[in-house]
């Protein structure tokens, strides 16, 4: 997620972005379980257009909602063969919490 957060402040589609994880076992909430059923369909379906991937969604759980930006012709990349191609791993990336991404230190990523 951090290689894709950080391509979208270096391609220009967001000038800065924050981004904060919940510690973990603290606080959860509805939407937690949301995206839990979305996971659990998601590793059991083989996805290969946005169209499949919006139909996980959709069964996934009455209470999940789908919305679609970009249609069925959205860009559709391949990011775990491009983000190694791209981009260095974060060696004890769970120690963090914060991080912000920022268009004006393209490449760079602030945490803590």
Not at 17 to 32: A, E, F, R, T, W
Not at 45 to 73: H, P, T, W
């Amino acid at each position: 997620m951090l290689a894709y957060l950080l391509w979208r402040t270096l391609t220009g589609k967001n000038s800065k972005i924050n981004l904060h994880m919940q510690v973990p076992y603290h606080g959860k909430s509805l939407v937690d379980a949301g995206f839990a059923y979305i996971k659990k369909l998601y590793r059991k379906s083989e996805i290969d257009s946005l169209d499949q991937l919006a139909s996980v969604v959709r069964k996934s759980a009455a209470s999940n909602e789908v919305v679609v930006f970009g249609g069925a012709d959205g860009e559709w990349l391949d990011w775990k063969t491009f983000k190694t191609n791209y981009f260095l791993s974060f060696k004890g990336i769970r120690k963090y919490r914060h991080f912000v991404f920022q268009a004006d230190k393209p490449g760079k990523i602030c945490y803590k």
